[in-house]
């Protein structure tokens, strides 16, 4: 390596992916650093390939850390490929980057060659250069596999990396991951806006407004405005329809005083769009000149911003103002922002002028910006088929029909691109004009010297025709602006922000009329005024109509808009600090250098591996604690083991299964008397299979069921609250999108409320409706589905494989569901005969962690009932922290149910993934060919009147009922360590996901601790390390706390008190509480949310719910039980 100067050295020392956004080396001011980190990177290449050589065989089969990051073949296909951790080898962004992966160090225990790849990945970073920076942050991946979490700076680069890339599953892992390491990283703030933008692509809206609420709340050093995220949530709510909210939002910005330029022109543009778009926002003429006046502000705010300009233009064309159209789309055009969109749009003016050639321009020009652009091939097509010209209006709507297959295959393969319904019904209308057409033209006669001569040139022609000069010229402008979607075959293109309805299949034009212009009235059946259907003309205006106007929403669905959008507003920041200096950064707002950050991260890690065990005692404990450093916040707590890496779903088991094997039969065992109930062989039978069915249970316990049914809840307590679920009736095994006509994973339910009593009616109704045409109506099969527990699964399979094509049943059903039986009062006599049952299934049992927690969690320590009518659904998921849960069937109907054991929950999530569904947050329904081609088993059984199913941890299932009956569940918490460590695993996780625990794993650890004696070894060592590290963060929380001179005041609990959550992240929060009053409410934070809103903590409240003493105490005094005898073990 070349020799640097001692300065240079200590520069390019400090310099890592967290300098991103804030040191411009594009800027000429910058430019003595910018060489100096050139002449690094070509001196970090030399060394490197100087000891290169081959890449062993043994160490290339080791790619499970180097799976979660890799990319596949190209930039824009890891963008679109979500399932990319399928992919057997990894293959580089370009042919230098395959030559350099294709060769790794000889030595991979120099730790100077791989320090040396993570900085060059940090400085390709802040050079721009993503592809290289990737690929260097990958092969640093590789050696660093086994601790690579250590690294944050490194977790945040490649995460920049894949986010500039636009691959955004694993951008989003990485940020995700990095949050939970570090909660208060440097550039914390950065993640979060990255992590809303990306979620809110994506469609998780309630997350990504969680993030960009979170980015608000730091004080570090940002790329972004406070205004600017205050308009990025503005703007998520419009894509939810929340219009008012929306409406408010922006109105806010626009009264805000130091508002930049444009920003202001960006919420006029969103706002003029809105009131073009949305009924509700007042009477037509009112809501047209609103839309008319916010545009043109936003011109005058920004008078270079040609997307204005369009969407003003489309206003005018909306209210046939042709002329003005023509002027604001040429202007779009002339600020070098003319996209297809604008070509398509003048396309549409010029045909209904009836100028058919500068028409046929127009569209050409939209086609060769975007060869992708359905509605200017429909609207392409249809121009040449009002000329007669029939064999290339067929060329025209071929192209359309191949742009939406194209992208539909993308949704299954890839799951990237999101098509709108709107795209699924012009699909369904140009396969039946095409059909029409291929039918017309193989009757037609060929072409001859005598034919009537064509009133426009062909598409062959139009496509290589010398277009007019100012078409040309800007077509190369935004050819030239627009390299990467183009090279990425991008089907949709646009500039940032998103337009509203960015991810929702809403259109501008109003929804009567979409009804109006619906599939089936895009009927052709002959051409040249020939019809035995609807006329061309109208044909014609039906299909304008839907597609003329519908690019706008679906642009902006693109993975640019959101790297645009941020990029934008990074640039604002550029514009303002264009002489940003490094050392702004250098003490103050980063910790010290690169290289002493990770050793500090590093060396806790190793300290906690050596110095705190479980073997030691508080004392030992307090001791050690008092070394550990306060100039800082503490560094993240986790239960799990320590230097535990980041939990992710796992890997499904690699044996691949039989036929047989796939469709295993249900465990389930038949109750005859009372003792079978009590022996402890059935408790071990259940514990040991994933889920199990106990028949007649209720007779054996002689339970009386009776006390359930429909009636009897009314007679009790007809007021009671139900929550409702408004869903599709459809066939157990399936689940159809009837827009779109094929199965899939995506189960939608509307939430309501209403009362026993009103759902008792309906639920009555349902049953004699069905009466009067039983004949006609049920599903062919479930009588079938009788058959003896061990041929469940085998005779449901044969249903599933021979059935005929299920038609698609769009009746809605309602399913009341979280009927809350926990009030012992209003349901005693339920509670009471639920005491009937052994041990280890009761709601209340001391062998029941759920018992220990000390207060009420609504439907996992207390009594849920589920009132249900045929086809109700409880979608996929796992319970909730991977709990034990029991499920009785009052009758008189019968429930279906599915399972996987949870070994295969992993590859559950994937299929999630790649069906652009979250499997935490979202509703899901598999469809079972997928999980059999993914080699993952499915149990399937009915659960009759009297049946008890056993679901155990981590099972995941769903069920559907076939007839009229209710149940009831809870959950249960077995005291073994495969219990305990699931629960935990999932505790973790959730933190990961930013998905709140319901059950506070801490607290009952602690509880559990004081409550029980544990003869178990693995159990009791899972419990003692959770003590210990959240013993150890309480002391390291309050050493730091004392430091910044504020007081703990001990506040204690309160009998039956709940387990506190902060109120920003949603995390546990144990004994010590950050509490600062907001909105005249004293909410409860964890110090990481109250370092954002105060770093010197300062005007918060800082509180202890436990005295040290009793802590040490409890801790102390949990040790191995070994006596023989009764234990709460398994």
Same mark, same amino acid.
């Not at 960006?266 to 047209?288: I, N, S, T």
């Not at 009518?869 to 279906?896: A, K, L, W, Y």
């Given at each position: 390596m070349g020799q640097l100067s001692f300065e240079d050295d200590c520069l390019i020392r400090e310099l890592d992916s967290r300098y991103y956004g804030f040191l411009d080396l594009s800027n000429s001011k910058n430019a003595e650093i910018r060489n100096l980190v050139q002449q690094t990177i070509t001196n970090f290449q030399n060394y490197i390939a100087n000891g290169q050589v081959h890449e062993s065989k043994n160490f290339s089969d080791n790619k499970n850390a180097i799976q979660k990051f890799e990319p596949s073949t190209e930039a824009g296909e890891h963008m679109e490929n979500t399932s990319s951790q399928n992919n057997d080898e990894t293959k580089p962004f370009d042919k230098d980057a395959n030559e350099r992966e294709s060769i790794i160090e000889e030595k991979p225990q120099d730790d100077n060659y791989v320090n040396a790849l993570c900085k060059l990945g940090h400085l390709h970073l802040l050079l721009g250069e993503y592809s290289e920076a990737l690929s260097a942050y990958q092969k640093y991946l590789r050696f660093r596999e086994n601790n690579y979490w250590t690294n944050h700076a490194f977790i945040y680069g490649i995460g920049v990396a894949y986010f500039k890339l636009r691959c955004f599953k694993w951008a989003i892992k990485s940020f995700q991951e990095l949050l939970y390491l570090s909660p208060n990283f440097t550039c914390a703030n950065e993640v979060h806006l990255r992590l809303g933008l990306m979620l809110k692509h994506c469609g998780e809206f309630h997350i990504?407004?969680?993030?960009?609420?979170?980015?608000?709340?730091?004080?570090?050093?940002?790329?972004?405005?406070?205004?600017?995220?205050?308009?990025?949530?503005?703007?998520?709510?419009?894509?939810?329809?929340?219009?008012?909210?929306?409406?408010?939002?922006?109105?806010?910005?626009?009264?805000?005083?130091?508002?930049?330029?444009?920003?202001?022109?960006?919420?006029?543009?969103?706002?003029?769009?809105?009131?073009?778009?949305?009924?509700?926002?007042?009477?037509?003429?009112?809501?047209?000149?609103?839309?008319?006046?916010?545009?043109?502000?936003?011109?005058?705010?920004?008078?270079?911003?040609?997307?204005?300009?369009?969407?003003?233009?489309?206003?005018?064309?909306?209210?046939?103002?042709?002329?003005?159209?023509?002027?604001?789309?040429?202007?779009?055009?002339?600020?070098?922002?003319?996209?297809?969109?604008?070509?398509?749009?003048?396309?549409?003016?010029?045909?209904?002028?009836?100028?058919?050639?500068?028409?046929?321009?127009?569209?050409?020009?939209?086609?060769?910006?975007?060869?992708?652009?359905?509605?200017?091939?429909?609207?392409?097509?249809?121009?040449?088929?009002?000329?007669?010209?029939?064999?290339?209006?067929?060329?025209?709507?071929?192209?359309?029909?191949?742009?939406?297959?194209?992208?539909?295959?993308?949704?299954?393969?890839?799951?990237?691109?999101?098509?709108?319904?709107?795209?699924?019904?012009?699909?369904?209308?140009?396969?039946?004009?095409?059909?029409?057409?291929?039918?017309?033209?193989?009757?037609?006669?060929?072409?001859?010297?005598?034919?009537?001569?064509?009133?426009?040139?062909?598409?062959?022609?139009?496509?290589?025709?010398?277009?007019?000069?100012?078409?040309?010229?800007?077509?190369?402008?935004?050819?030239?602006?627009?390299?990467?979607?183009?090279?990425?075959?991008?089907?949709?293109?646009?500039?940032?922000?998103?337009?509203?309805?960015?991810?929702?299949?809403?259109?501008?034009?109003?929804?009567?009329?979409?009804?109006?212009?619906?599939?089936?009235?895009?009927?052709?059946?002959?051409?040249?005024?020939?019809?035995?259907?609807?006329?061309?003309?109208?044909?014609?205006?039906?299909?304008?109509?839907?597609?003329?106007?519908?690019?706008?929403?679906?642009?902006?669905?693109?993975?640019?808009?959101?790297?645009?959008?941020?990029?934008?507003?990074?640039?604002?920041?550029?514009?303002?600090?264009?002489?940003?200096?490094?050392?702004?950064?250098?003490?103050?707002?980063?910790?010290?250098n690169e290289d002493s950050r990770h050793d500090y991260i590093g060396a806790d890690n190793a300290d906690l591996s050596t110095t705190f065990k479980i073997q030691m005692d508080s004392k030992q404990l307090m001791a050690a604690v008092k070394l550990l450093p306060i100039d800082e916040p503490p560094v993240h707590c986790t239960i799990l083991q320590v230097n535990a890496p980041p939990p992710s779903p796992p890997d499904c088991p690699p044996q691949k299964l039989t036929r047989d094997q796939l469709l295993p039969p249900t465990p389930s065992v038949h109750l005859e008397n009372k003792k079978n109930a009590f022996s402890p062989q059935l408790q071990e039978f259940c514990l040991k299979h994933p889920i199990a069915v106990v028949r007649g249970l209720a007779g054996a316990l002689k339970l009386d069921l009776g006390l359930f049914s429909t009636k009897t809840l009314v007679e009790a307590n007809p007021d009671h609250s139900v929550e409702v679920r408004t869903q599709v009736h459809q066939s157990p095994d399936e689940n159809w999108d009837t827009s779109q006509g094929k199965r899939v994973w995506a189960c939608i339910s509307h939430r309501s409320h209403t009362t026993i009593a009103k759902y008792a009616q309906y639920q009555a109704s349902s049953f004699q409706d069905s009466l009067k045409d039983e004949s006609d109506k049920g599903f062919p099969g479930s009588q079938a589905m009788s058959d003896s527990d061990s041929k469940d699964s085998v005779s449901n399979s044969n249903i599933v494989l021979k059935r005929k094509k299920h038609k698609i049943n769009s009746k809605m059903l309602r399913f009341g569901t979280n009927v809350d039986l926990?009030?012992?009062?209003?349901?005693?006599?339920?509670?009471?005969?639920?005491?009937?049952?052994?041990?280890?299934?009761?709601?209340?049992?001391?062998?029941?962690?759920?018992?220990?927690?000390?207060?009420?969690?609504?439907?996992?320590?207390?009594?849920?009932?589920?009132?249900?009518?045929?086809?109700?659904?409880?979608?996929?998921?796992?319970?909730?922290?991977?709990?034990?849960?029991?499920?009785?069937?009052?009758?008189?109907?019968?429930?279906?149910?599915?399972?996987?054991?949870?070994?295969?929950?992993?590859?559950?999530?994937?299929?999630?993934?790649?069906?652009?569904?979250?499997?935490?947050?979202?509703?899901?329904?598999?469809?079972?060919?997928?999980?059999?081609?993914?080699?993952?088993?499915?149990?399937?059984?009915?659960?009759?009147?009297?049946?008890?199913?056993?679901?155990?941890?981590?099972?995941?299932?769903?069920?559907?009922?076939?007839?009229?009956?209710?149940?009831?569940?809870?959950?249960?918490?077995?005291?073994?360590?495969?219990?305990?460590?699931?629960?935990?695993?999932?505790?973790?996780?959730?933190?990961?996901?930013?998905?709140?625990?319901?059950?506070?794993?801490?607290?009952?650890?602690?509880?559990?601790?004081?409550?029980?004696?544990?003869?178990?070894?693995?159990?009791?060592?899972?419990?003692?390390?959770?003590?210990?590290?959240?013993?150890? &963060? !309480? +002391?390291? /929380?309050? %050493?730091?706390? #004392?430091?910044?001179? *504020?007081?703990?005041?001990?506040?204690?609990?309160?009998?039956?008190?709940?387990?506190?959550?902060?109120?920003?992240?949603?995390?546990?929060?144990? &004994? !010590? +509480?950050? /509490?600062? %009053?907001?909105? #005249?409410?004293?909410? *409860?934070?964890?110090?990481?949310?109250?370092?954002?809103?105060?770093?010197?903590?300062?005007?918060i409240v800082c509180l202890e719910e436990y005295r040290l003493s009793e802590l040490q105490r409890v801790y102390d005094s949990f040790t191995l039980h070994r006596t023989q005898g009764l234990a709460y073990t398994q």
């Open positions: 990504a407004q969680k993030h960009l609420q979170l980015a608000l709340l730091y004080t570090y050093p940002s790329t972004f405005s406070e205004l600017q995220v205050k308009f990025q949530i503005a703007h998520l709510y419009e894509v939810q329809n929340k219009h008012k909210a929306a409406k408010d939002g922006y109105e806010f910005l626009l009264n805000e005083k130091n508002i930049s330029l444009e920003l202001k022109a960006d919420v006029y543009r969103q706002l003029g769009w809105m009131y073009h778009c949305v009924e509700c926002l007042g009477e037509k003429k009112e809501r047209e000149a609103n839309a008319l006046n916010f545009l043109q502000k936003s011109i005058e705010a920004d008078p270079k911003s040609g997307q204005s300009l369009y969407l003003l233009g489309r206003c005018y064309a909306g209210i046939n103002k042709v002329h003005d159209a023509f002027l604001a789309y040429r202007n779009s055009v002339e600020k070098s922002e003319g996209n297809a969109d604008t070509w398509c749009s003048i396309g549409v003016l010029y045909q209904q002028q009836n100028q058919p050639t500068d028409a046929l321009q127009a569209y050409i020009c939209a086609v060769q910006l975007d060869k992708d652009h359905k509605a200017a091939w429909t609207n392409l097509g249809i121009l040449y088929e009002s000329c007669g010209q029939l064999r290339d209006a067929y060329a025209c709507y071929l192209n359309a029909t191949k742009q939406i297959s194209f992208q539909s295959s993308l949704i299954r393969k890839k799951q990237v691109i999101r098509i709108k319904k709107d795209s699924i019904g012009l699909s369904k209308g140009l396969s039946q004009r095409i059909t029409f057409l291929e039918g017309q033209l193989s009757q037609a006669p060929l072409p001859s010297i005598t034919s009537k001569r064509r009133q426009l040139c062909s598409i062959e022609e139009a496509w290589n025709l010398p277009i007019s000069l100012e078409m040309n010229s800007r077509q190369q402008q935004t050819a030239q602006m627009l390299p990467r979607q183009v090279t990425k075959q991008s089907p949709v293109q646009g500039p940032p922000p998103p337009y509203p309805h960015s991810q929702l299949s809403q259109s501008p034009i109003p929804s009567k009329r979409i009804k109006e212009d619906g599939p089936g009235q895009h009927e052709l059946t002959q051409n040249n005024g020939q019809t035995s259907g609807p006329n061309l003309k109208d044909i014609s205006e039906s299909l304008n109509q839907r597609n003329f106007n519908a690019m706008p929403e679906s642009n902006k669905n693109s993975e640019q808009s959101v790297v645009d959008t941020f990029d934008e507003i990074s640039n604002d920041i550029y514009k303002q600090n264009e002489s940003i200096k490094l050392e702004r950064l250098s003490h103050d707002a980063l910790s010290n926990s009030d012992e009062k209003k349901w005693k006599p339920q509670l009471t005969e639920l005491q009937k049952l052994p041990a280890f299934a009761r709601v209340i049992s001391a062998a029941n962690m759920l018992s220990h927690v000390g207060h009420v969690i609504l439907g996992m320590n207390t009594v849920q009932l589920y009132m249900k009518v045929p086809g109700s659904r409880t979608p996929g998921h796992q319970e909730n922290n991977n709990f034990c849960s029991i499920n009785i069937n009052i009758g008189p109907g019968d429930c279906e149910w599915f399972a996987v054991p949870d070994a295969y929950w992993g590859g559950v999530h994937n299929l999630c993934e790649k069906n652009n569904i979250s499997y935490l947050h979202g509703s899901w329904w598999p469809v079972l060919e997928d999980l059999y081609k993914e080699n993952i088993p499915v149990y399937r059984f009915i659960q009759k009147p009297g049946d008890l199913v056993w679901v155990n941890a981590g099972c995941v299932h769903w069920v559907q009922s076939i007839g009229w009956c209710n149940n009831i569940a809870w959950n249960v918490g077995p005291l073994t360590a495969r219990q305990y460590s699931l629960a935990i695993e999932r505790y973790e996780w959730n933190k990961v996901q930013a998905f709140k625990s319901i059950v506070p794993m801490v607290h009952l650890s602690w509880n559990l601790a004081r409550n029980i004696k544990v003869s178990d070894t693995k159990l009791f060592e899972l419990i003692k390390m959770c003590l210990l590290q959240t013993l150890k &963060n !309480v +002391l390291h /929380i309050q %050493e730091y706390v #004392k430091s910044k001179g *504020v007081e703990i005041r001990f506040n204690g609990r309160g009998k039956n008190e709940a387990s506190h959550y902060c109120g920003q992240c949603e995390v546990e929060v144990f &004994n !010590v +509480l950050f /509490i600062k %009053e907001q909105e #005249k409410r004293h909410v *409860v934070h964890c110090l990481s949310c109250a370092l954002k809103l105060s770093p010197s903590l300062q005007g």
